[in-house]
Nanobody, 123 residues
């Protein structure tokens, strides 16, 4: 019914920048919150940032001042601009979206996740 797909990951040197994007598609009626998480093999998935439909944002302390989340509601897309990247920022970045989907008369709400995109930061 709904698909979420991230893009934009890749290798970057410490101190560099990288931008991620994530698009939700399918029988979408509305998307409330969209967010980014990251995970490395030895740790649990970690919250990075989120943004509401109205544009309110929240960030993990570790990325405040360096990462910026923003979205284009018309395109069902959320972005993550990452600056001053450090090796600790490396990992697989996942996007999620709180989606109302279906039809006007028969709808549901669920959180959908993408498959992730790898970010590698070399020192």
């Amino acid at each position: 019914q709904v698909q979420v797909a991230e893009s934009g990951g890749g290798p970057v040197q410490a101190g560099g920048s990288l931008g991620l994007s994530c698009v939700a598609s399918g029988r979408i009626l509305d998307i409330d919150i969209m967010g980014w998480y990251r995970q490395v093999p030895t740790k649990e998935r970690e919250y990075v940032a989120e943004i509401t439909k109205g544009g309110e944002t929240n960030y993990a302390e570790s990325v405040k001042g360096r990462f910026t989340i923003y979205r284009d509601n018309g395109k069902n897309t959320v972005y993550l601009q990452m600056n001053s990247l450090q090796p600790d920022d490396a990992g697989v970045y996942y996007c999620n979206a709180g989606v109302q989907y279906g039809t006007i008369d028969d709808y549901y709400r669920d959180v959908f996740w993408g498959q992730g995109t790898q970010v590698t930061v070399s020192s």
